[in-house]
């Protein structure tokens, strides 16, 4: 398909009417299951426990003797299945299930997936996890084309090239239709007799499969999801993979032999839960190697090192044990977490009023802090935490932050701009450190990073800018981001 | 466009799985606005006043300058428009709005409209009152060549028609598009520049156009929701007509030339507010004329005349001037009607528990009843409401029906049969009269009803079966109806 | 009881910082049944039945063999009992239910009854329906005495009154308080073994006994909710007495012998419900009498006779066949009202956009009519209406009203007032019509009042001044309504 | 007083209809400001730091220049302040607020705090953390008396002996009421010129004063809600005192000179948060210094050291430093915790299905674990727990609990029963351990967890049974539990 998107509106459905945000696709969970009878309640519990991957929507769509079904709302797992008949409504012995991304702004309903098609000859569900590069250009032609999107979501995307393929087998149309699309994805289809499974040909993003006691067969964007229903691994889904799923098991096909596992270095560093083993490398376990690795690299000289609660705890663990330095509770997050809280006015911002996190004065007074984070994005959080500390009477506070400066946007899937600027792209280590307020500023190498991960399977372009796959649409921006790092 | 439905599944988008409900698409109402800085707030104002023509969902979409900009929900008008906030975010200068019929089971937000697309080439809103009798055959089509539905009301496939037309100019689409759909429908198409209004050939719905002391112009299906804002008829959409309002005022055009008024009659029998005018005819009156003439043509020697509130009640009070006879509030309807009521159980509903209507044991203890109702569906409304006067009291109950029987369904856009049989089509007038427990039963003749409407560029179908179009997808139904009523 | 408020804070809990409302316990329905396994739900329809009394909130309190349960909530019976299980966990035999009438402002579900008092020695539930006289003397007296009230509702002082009674017996304490209390009051108690149904010494509140043909008792506001479950009236309960039912049947008591029945005669004018019978007349009869009476009585020279709906379309109808006249639908009032509407700007009111009301321009256009209504209170909703049918096209609008001028208020528990001024109380008559817009206005005279309703056995103070009790806490506003008067 | 509960209904208002728990007023929380502009703001964050204290309701009541106004409901404290009108509506230069502790079971809005009443001579406000033991005594008293009670909180029980008190002077009054009530309290009360902060005469409960930069005077249970408002921690309430805080600052005033600093223990061991300083001591450094110590009198041969989130992580961290062994994130608690989740099947719970807990494979497959807990009150927790573990590899899992056993209840104000049996009551270690299948168990002696907390003036019944107080209506209760403890 060729691409012209001239005499497009600028930033059209990426700035929706009913819908402020961008880069919409970001950030996901994906589960699903075929072969038990309690098919949506597994699901319910495997997304629970996605949850970190996605706060704005959540849905299910089960399969029942081929009727798709489905709920879906805004909110978290828990809310949106309230009560029991949401989930004993969705009976059936299959189900995909999404949990997507919470970003600032009113949501739209729309978005929510999994998506459900009811077409005259059959229905069809469909879930995504990444972001693709050519979704603006293949909307554009497709709507040139006469295609009709209802929401603002990447995904239908996929569904509108499927319908439109003229390879006479539906295998082969989406084959066709996953050979279209380019960028970070992880797909998973319902038709009425399986479940596909698809990860793009770098396999930004984790997805796994397992089995359960039964043999049912799972899958899930991370394996704490197994872990939760009592589910055990089996395979992860390679890149370039679609696997089907139904009631002769698994069976695994390629639609491309053109692969480069290239998993995003983010999920190990602060997007995956720690229980989560990916790539054959468990994450708390490749966060506190990060820890000890940077406390060689890094030798500060201090009293205590403390992380910040929840995702740098494990690093800090293991700079603390790395330093022998005493491994401190210094900050407390409030664990009463909500999404929407009433403000403080900016004078009682001035006071010093904070709602999440607190340090802890009675440990940290006095002393030469160690502060572990995972990374720094902007620099104002940063910035307040260190404040945080010093009000808290901390003799210095230096931070440590258990992975290479940020300074290149990632285009697959993950969020890391906050839809702002990265401060590393900018500004050296040195004005970083001063503009947050603290003594000193170390980070990982990136050799150190590897180290800790354990494999260099990754992608590493958010530090260095070697992107593996072309940018598409991106491309403008990407040449943006290096004009700034080389203004640096 | 050729239309070959076989392999589609049975009844498919017509029994979504979400949504239970056949004929998704019938009686609604239309309001729009051009030229006024408070279009939303009238539009609310307005179909708050044609909320009788729907009351399972409402939504407004507003044009601010070429940005479009929605609100819709499930419910009443004034649940779906709950906060001032609601209205006041939908700023700008013209609006379209409606109102959704209410059928029982659930429902789906998604087929409330206007619906509001999102092209890369520019906004469009779309609403729609009517039924299509080729829709089941130009969805099939149109997916068939790759469309994706996200409704599963008949609404969407125009806009796919558009988007699909090869004509150079918009306008040309919209044409092109209203000429390929058939059956009875009143759209109102919100453009980033205009209000197109468009009925069609045959005019089965009403739609008026009216002017408010400010210039502005707004259309409406009922002249009741003129009154409501202050605006003052000016004229009606005629049947074929596609309408342009914009700054430069009303465009009157054709989108076909072959057209035949054939408003449906029911409209004037019961749908419509008694405050509208329909083609010159105001509704009351045409009612109350039914009444009188159905005094002429029954004789009946009875003490009272009462009416079913409150569709009956102008058809009552024209039986009982003509007839000489007190008109009496024999029966009263609780006015906090709500959509849902908790049910009494099957021993309470034999021990006479009922939400509704109450027959007033004072007024017609003892006395010979003549109960005028506007018609009879399925004839289990009147076996109710006949043994409520009888407990209440009542010697005799004279069931008198201000138009003729109704033996036929309606494919154009009004759901008479209340989805099940229409006891007329089987049975005759005797059988009917035992079976709902009257004393005697007598109908309003044809020409009866036409001489109380005062025209005949009716269609009068639903009473012997002469539909004024071809039906498509509905003749094997209409094949159906008619060997009812031939076995009878 | 020795009341002496001083150095009580004006207006105290009549202006509850929660909640502006004055006058709280004015104008509510009660209900209750004894002996049916389905107790809370017959409850249910009864309330629905009585919705028209009040529609802030409402509640059930059932007795499940001697333990009471409670559920209470803001808005329609229907609002508060939403779910199936809201009803179905109210398990129990016998039950007491209220709807309490609505006001403008913020409510609390504090005062919304029944009362459920849950002490040491036993649970009690109590619900009230009027107005008491001494109400602020008896709570400042009780206060001082150290009792601490719950809710700012008068109904509450009961319970302080038998609590603190040192009769030995529970029913003497009870008689004790009942005559301690003075104004209108109709009582329910709910012990764990009885009904207790109570009413003021001169009968200003309805209350009535009814049976179910399985030999449960009912009692309730008015005989409408009879029907609705199916009862038959048996007596009404009677000024003074205090009627205990349980499972021995009905016990009839006096708690005083010194009675007057003067039953409020806006309960036949406006406020009960046309198919309720009061005292042996029913009242729709009663207000169709009126306006024959009024039509005798004013003799007015028009085209049409129409009624403001919906308490008005009764003595309308009388009107028109005293008269001769054609009784038409003049004005439509939309059936889909709620309690909350987003209200036109001040611009869009000027341009005539209404709400609730309706003129049928083709019904009044070029008419002379007569407008009947059941009272003017401030002479702003006659103004709008006079307003509504003359934009409409009317020739001459004559405004008849079928009750007397209202010139003084109501202490015993209706808000004829509407908080504000009766215009007849410093107008005359020439000066409303003239205020209002109208051709003419004419009132029934206190005679014909008296012939429609057909007994005299009323409080007309309303009309004429003389109150039938001294007014004790009031007596200083009755003062002033005096001094208005004679002013005039 | 004399207490005679002879002829008290069983378990009278602890089990009452509409709320089915026992002991409803253990655990909450306090927070009070004084002279800020922003108070009722304030309150919110320092309550929303309070939230661990309370999660069943929350409410703050405003006094803005002598007029008293409140919100409350049921949730957490960003559920029931959701919007910025429901802070902005409370205005006013003064607040108190109360966390209400979450039970299982229906919640009843009459019981969440601040209560306010409304007299005829002014407003009062009050909030209430402890347990009284003297109040089913009291209530009944009181209610023999005539007092009606509106919760079934024993809060209520002090305004009502304020009320009932012959003192000529208020404050006479609330003293005189201090004195009689019995067991565990923090007190305050809002009155329309100051807000009054009381503590029972052993102090069970912590109350600090602390004091903003413009001067603000603030009042909380635990100073983590001092640091998240910007507040500064200057004095504590000792036991015995009355603190009267108003324009002229804090008077500290005593309402008995018998006094005897006891506080509870378990707020150091699990239930104030480790940011918090109680009496000088801050909590995590209590419970890291428990965890040291029982590493030394432990000495378990292991391989790494857990603890459960997220009470427990101080002291593991404690125990793995002392050890030399690693501390690992062998558990991982989902911290999308809500109040209500759906719940999976019994067939899915034997498969392993699980909500909050998950163990880590990757870090104790192989493994010798220690995990450290705060403490076992039924053991079936940690039952759960250790299969968890011993699911995913734990080759051992050695059980060290930073608490000595709990062996009898709290009677002021902690709910460490779970309502149900303690198992320490009735079995010993060795049985526990092999109940939970531990590998080994160990608890903390008494003496290490003094030397912990590093002061004595503790209560440490729950382990030895010496109670520092008589136990009044719990006399019974604990005479049982004795008898539980000799049959071990």
Same mark, same amino acid.
């Given at each position: 398909?060729?691409?012209?998107?001239?005499?497009?509106?600028?930033?059209?459905?990426?700035?929706?009417?009913?819908?402020?945000?961008?880069?919409?696709?970001?950030?996901?969970?994906?589960?699903?299951?075929?072969?038990?009878?309690?098919?949506?309640?597994?699901?319910?519990?495997?997304?629970?426990?996605?949850?970190?991957?996605?706060?704005?929507?959540?849905?299910?769509?089960?399969?029942?003797?081929?009727?798709?079904?489905?709920?879906?709302?805004?909110?978290?797992?828990?809310?949106?299945?309230?009560?029991?008949?949401?989930?004993?409504?969705?009976?059936?012995?299959?189900?995909?299930?999404?949990?997507?991304?919470?970003?600032?702004?009113?949501?739209?309903?729309?978005?929510?997936?999994?998506?459900?098609?009811?077409?005259?000859?059959?229905?069809?569900?469909?879930?995504?996890?990444?972001?693709?590069?050519?979704?603006?250009?293949?909307?554009?032609?497709?709507?040139?084309?006469?295609?009709?999107?209802?929401?603002?979501?990447?995904?239908?995307?996929?569904?509108?090239?499927?319908?439109?393929?003229?390879?006479?087998?539906?295998?082969?149309?989406?084959?066709?239709?996953?050979?279209?699309?380019?960028?970070?994805?992880?797909?998973?289809?319902?038709?009425?007799?399986?479940?596909?499974?698809?990860?793009?040909?770098?396999?930004?993003?984790?997805?796994?499969?397992?089995?359960?006691?039964?043999?049912?067969?799972?899958?899930?964007?991370?394996?704490?999801?197994?872990?939760?229903?009592?589910?055990?691994?089996?395979?992860?889904?390679?890149?370039?993979?679609?696997?089907?799923?139904?009631?002769?098991?698994?069976?695994?096909?390629?639609?491309?032999?053109?692969?480069?596992?290239?998993?995003?270095?983010?999920?190990?560093?602060?997007?995956?839960?720690?229980?989560?083993?990916?790539?054959?490398?468990?994450?708390?376990?490749?966060?506190?190697?990060?820890?000890?690795?940077?406390?060689?690299?890094?030798?500060?000289?201090?009293?205590?090192?403390?992380?910040?609660?929840?995702?740098?705890?494990?690093?800090?663990?293991?700079?603390?044990?790395?330093?022998?330095?005493?491994?401190?509770?210094?900050?407390?997050?409030?664990?009463?977490?909500?999404?929407?809280?009433?403000?403080?006015?900016?004078?009682?911002?001035?006071?010093?009023?904070?709602?999440?996190?607190?340090?802890?004065?009675?440990?940290?007074?006095?002393?030469?802090?160690?502060?572990?984070?995972?990374?720094?994005?902007?620099?104002?959080?940063?910035?307040?935490?260190?404040?945080?500390?010093?009000?808290?009477?901390?003799?210095?506070?230096?931070?440590?932050?258990?992975?290479?400066?940020?300074?290149?946007?990632?285009?697959?899937?993950?969020?890391?701009?906050?839809?702002?600027?990265?401060?590393?792209?900018?500004?050296?280590?040195?004005?970083?450190?001063?503009? #947050? *307020?603290? +003594?000193? $500023? !170390?980070?990982?190498?990136? @050799? &150190?990073?590897?180290?800790? #991960? *354990?494999? +260099?399977? $990754? !992608?590493?372009?958010?530090? @260095? &800018?070697?992107?593996?796959?072309?940018?598409? +649409?991106?491309?403008?921006?990407?040449?943006?981001?290096?004009?700034?790092?080389?203004?640096?």
């Amino acid at each position: 398909m060729k691409t012209n998107p001239t005499h497009v509106r600028k930033n059209w459905w990426q700035t929706h009417p009913d819908d402020e945000r961008s880069h919409l696709n970001e950030e996901c969970g994906l589960f699903g299951v075929w072969g038990h009878p309690d098919a949506a309640r597994l699901t319910y519990f495997g997304l629970h426990a996605l949850q970190h991957r996605g706060q704005e929507g959540a849905g299910i769509l089960v399969n029942d003797n081929g009727k798709l079904n489905r709920h879906r709302g805004l909110g978290l797992v828990t809310e949106v299945f309230k009560d029991e008949k949401d989930l004993s409504a969705l009976t059936g012995s299959s189900a995909i299930g999404h949990v997507r991304y919470a970003t600032a702004g009113s949501a739209d309903i729309n978005n929510i997936q999994p998506f459900h098609f009811d077409f005259h000859d059959g229905g069809l569900g469909l879930a995504h996890n990444g972001n693709l590069t050519n979704a603006q250009s293949l909307r554009c032609e497709l709507e040139r084309d006469g295609a009709i999107f209802s929401s603002n979501s990447d995904t239908e995307i996929l569904m509108h090239l499927i319908r439109r393929s003229h390879h006479p087998e539906f295998m082969g149309k989406v084959k066709e239709a996953l050979n279209t699309v380019h960028g970070g994805f992880a797909y998973l289809i319902m038709t009425e007799h399986s479940i596909l499974a698809a990860l793009d040909p770098n396999g930004f993003r984790p997805l796994s499969i397992g089995k359960m006691s039964n043999g049912a067969i799972v899958v899930a964007s991370e394996t704490c999801a197994f872990d939760v229903v009592g589910a055990t691994w089996i395979q992860d889904v390679e890149p370039g993979e679609i696997i089907e799923i139904d009631d002769n098991g698994i069976h695994v096909d390629q639609f491309t032999d053109s692969t480069n596992l290239t998993i995003c270095s983010m999920e190990y560093i602060y997007f995956a839960r720690p229980d989560s083993t990916i790539h054959g490398v468990n994450v708390h376990t490749a966060r506190k190697r990060s820890g000890r690795i940077l406390a060689r690299e890094a030798h500060i000289d201090a009293d205590i090192v403390i992380g910040v609660p929840n995702s740098s705890l494990s690093a800090a663990s293991g700079y603390a044990e790395e330093s022998g330095l005493p491994y401190e509770m210094g900050l407390i997050k409030n664990q009463y977490v909500a999404r929407t809280f009433i403000q403080p006015t900016q004078e009682l911002r001035e006071q010093g009023v904070r709602m999440k996190l607190s340090a802890v004065r009675g440990v940290v007074e006095g002393k030469r802090v160690i502060m572990v984070d995972d990374s720094i994005v902007r620099g104002t959080t940063s910035k307040r935490i260190v404040r945080l500390l010093k009000d808290a009477g901390a003799a210095e506070v230096h931070v440590a932050i258990a992975s290479p400066a940020l300074k290149y946007p990632c285009f697959y899937g993950i969020d890391i701009q906050d839809r702002d600027e990265l401060i590393a792209a900018t500004h050296t280590t040195d004005e970083i450190r001063d503009l #947050i *307020g603290a +003594d000193s $500023l !170390t980070y990982l190498s990136q @050799d &150190g990073l590897v180290e800790a #991960i *354990g494999h +260099d399977k $990754l !992608t590493l372009a958010y530090f @260095d &800018g070697k992107y593996p796959t072309p940018l598409y +649409d991106y491309e403008e921006e990407y040449l943006e981001s290096l004009a700034k790092n080389e203004a640096r």
